[in-house]
């Protein structure tokens, strides 16, 4: 990172782009890695050859497909995501094979994004999926989103066509209080808006695909946030207990007095522990371990703060909850709540509202039932005390995910607003 900003370049950007499906999401995804020379040199030899030989230009979803085979193979292309820069910062691409997946991997935390790119076909307009996708990212806290309105040569670069998706788009979103930083025409299958300007569209005077991504921010540093370590896991090396897990937020460095939550047992810090050596100071992302002076013996899933910034401790939250499971959950149910590293059982005590995830319309108030991909307003009881948060004060313990029999069955998180769908007039 240090290296990075020497040059110049911020810290890389994770993102994810999303849309319905066939609606050009694997055509951009090669075309940003494509332009900006971020893949292996036989696939880049074949597409210019692909490219000089034949009037059209290659079909960019092969990338993908290509880079999964890749994957498959265990070969060296990250399993998760894929990479590219410009000259402003490095970006990382989540990895959301599927619409299912896509549910699994964002809502589960897997993915870390900050930003994403919602593309829409100009030919078949917004679907289904395209609503959802929007939904689960406001759900998720990814304000900075830009729209990316594709296929303009398949409706001959309507000017009118554009502006009529852009403006149904921007009601859905503001109803999700999300405020697109940008809405571009673009053409991801020959390159146009992508990283330069093509096409027939003199009539559109923003910024690229590229631009935009560039004018992107990153989040708040986690640093200036209070320290939050939750424990994974106790050791004993040396005749010394070493707590281990990641700095979620904050920092801490020797000597510190520290609260144990939910135990609230207060001590201090003696040393901090990394690959047998020690450390004076570790900041939000390190992973180390942490021996206390005192001889005591937190659980996993408990949480190291700072005192004067300790969270409230919760048997009781308010929450928004996305259900993924094709059996139905039924109010009262029986479940386990899983939040940073700790887990514990709890039930949906109350379903105030049932929601239609893809239109955001009501479905029902006080239900005793959710479905497949309905999402719920809910009050759930927790069985033992656990720090939880408000997902915009500290994500990492605002965001959840439930389960029943060992299976994912929901993904939510605490105190976010759902707002409702108006239209674009």
Same mark, same amino acid.
């Given at each position: 990172?240090?290296?990075?900003?020497?040059?110049?370049?911020?810290?890389?950007?994770?993102?994810?782009?999303?849309?319905?499906?066939?609606?050009?999401?694997?055509?951009?995804?090669?075309?940003?890695?494509?332009?900006?020379?971020?893949?292996?040199?036989?696939?880049?030899?074949?597409?210019?050859?692909?490219?000089?030989?034949?009037?059209?230009?290659?079909?960019?979803?092969?990338?993908?497909?290509?880079?999964?085979?890749?994957?498959?193979?265990?070969?060296?292309?990250?399993?998760?995501?894929?990479?590219?820069?410009?000259?402003?910062?490095?970006?990382?691409?989540?990895?959301?094979?599927?619409?299912?997946?896509?549910?699994?991997?964002?809502?589960?935390?897997?993915?870390?994004?900050?930003?994403?790119?919602?593309?829409?076909?100009?030919?078949?307009?917004?679907?289904?999926?395209?609503?959802?996708?929007?939904?689960?990212?406001?759900?998720?806290?990814?304000?900075?989103?830009?729209?990316?309105?594709?296929?303009?040569?398949?409706?001959?670069?309507?000017?009118?066509?554009?502006?009529?998706?852009?403006?149904?788009?921007?009601?859905?979103?503001?109803?999700?209080?999300?405020?697109?930083?940008?809405?571009?025409?673009?053409?991801?299958?020959?390159?146009?808006?992508?990283?330069?300007?093509?096409?027939?569209?003199?009539?559109? $005077?923003?910024?690229?695909?590229? +631009? *935009?991504? #560039?004018?992107?921010?990153?989040?708040?540093?986690?640093? &200036?946030? @209070?320290? !939050?370590?939750?424990?994974?896991?106790?050791?004993?090396?040396?005749?010394?207990?070493?707590?281990?897990?990641?700095?979620?937020?904050?920092?801490?460095?020797?000597?510190?007095?520290?609260?144990?939550?939910?135990?609230?047992?207060?001590?201090?810090?003696?040393?901090?522990?990394?690959?047998? $050596?020690?450390?004076?100071?570790? +900041? *939000?992302? #390190?992973?180390?371990?942490?021996?206390?002076?005192?001889? &005591?013996? @937190?659980? !996993?899933?408990?949480?190291?703060?700072?005192?004067?910034?300790?969270?409230?401790?919760?048997?009781?939250?308010?929450?928004?909850?996305?259900?993924?499971?094709?059996?139905?959950?039924?109010?009262?149910?029986?479940?386990?709540?899983?939040?940073?590293?700790?887990?514990?059982?709890?039930?949906?005590?109350?379903?105030?509202?049932?929601?239609?995830?893809?239109?955001?319309?009501?479905?029902?108030?006080?239900?005793?039932?959710?479905?497949?991909?309905?999402?719920?307003?809910?009050?759930?009881?927790?069985?033992?005390?656990?720090?939880?948060?408000?997902?915009?004060?500290?994500?990492?313990?605002?965001?959840?995910?439930?389960?029943?029999?060992?299976?994912?069955?929901?993904?939510?998180?605490?105190?976010?607003?759902?707002?409702?769908?108006?239209?674009?007039?």
């Amino acid at each position: 990172m240090e290296e990075l900003r020497s040059r110049g370049v911020e810290a890389t950007l994770p993102i994810v782009i999303v849309g319905h499906v066939d609606h050009g999401k694997s055509t951009l995804i090669g075309r940003l890695l494509y332009d900006t020379d971020s893949l292996p040199t036989d696939i880049m030899e074949e597409i210019e050859k692909s490219l000089k030989e034949s009037d059209n230009p290659s079909e960019f979803a092969y990338i993908t497909d290509h880079l999964e085979e890749e994957r498959m193979e265990k070969m060296t292309i990250d399993t998760a995501q894929s990479f590219f820069k410009t000259d402003k910062r490095h970006y990382a691409i989540i990895d959301t094979p599927g619409h299912r997946e896509f549910i699994k991997n964002m809502i589960t935390g897997t993915s870390q994004a900050e930003a994403a790119i919602l593309i829409v076909s100009a030919l078949e307009g917004i679907e289904e999926q395209t609503k959802r996708h929007a939904y689960i990212l406001g759900m998720l806290g990814i304000k900075q989103v830009i729209l990316a309105i594709n296929k303009m040569d398949l409706v001959n670069y309507s000017q009118n066509r554009f502006e009529e998706l852009k403006c149904k788009l921007l009601s859905f979103l503001h109803s999700l209080e999300i405020k697109p930083n940008h809405a571009i025409p673009i053409s991801a299958r020959l390159g146009y808006n992508i990283a330069k300007a093509g096409g027939n569209m003199g009539w559109y $005077n923003g910024p690229t695909i590229f +631009e *935009a991504l #560039d004018q992107l921010e990153t989040k708040e540093d986690p640093v &200036l946030k @209070p320290l !939050r370590f939750p424990i994974q896991d106790t050791y004993i090396s040396d005749q010394k207990k070493i707590l281990v897990g990641r700095v979620l937020s904050g920092k801490v460095q020797m000597g510190d007095e520290v609260v144990i939550l939910p135990s609230k047992a207060k001590t201090r810090i003696e040393s901090i522990e990394v690959y047998q $050596n020690t450390k004076d100071v570790a +900041e *939000a992302g #390190d992973s180390i371990g942490i021996v206390l002076q005192d001889d &005591l013996a @937190p659980k !996993r899933g408990e949480v190291i703060c700072h005192p004067q910034y300790s969270p409230e401790i919760k048997t009781r939250i308010n929450a928004n909850i996305f259900w993924m499971s094709y059996d139905p959950l039924q109010a009262k149910d029986q479940l386990t709540i899983r939040c940073a590293t700790a887990e514990e059982h709890c039930h949906i005590e109350r379903i105030e509202q049932r929601i239609d995830s893809s239109t955001l319309e009501i479905i029902e108030n006080h239900s005793n039932i959710l479905r497949e991909t309905d999402v719920g307003k809910v009050t759930i009881s927790i069985d033992r005390p656990m720090v939880l948060e408000d997902f915009n004060e500290i994500e990492g313990l605002g965001r959840f995910v439930l389960t029943r029999s060992g299976e994912i069955c929901a993904g939510g998180i605490i105190n976010s607003p759902i707002s409702l769908y108006s239209e674009c007039h």
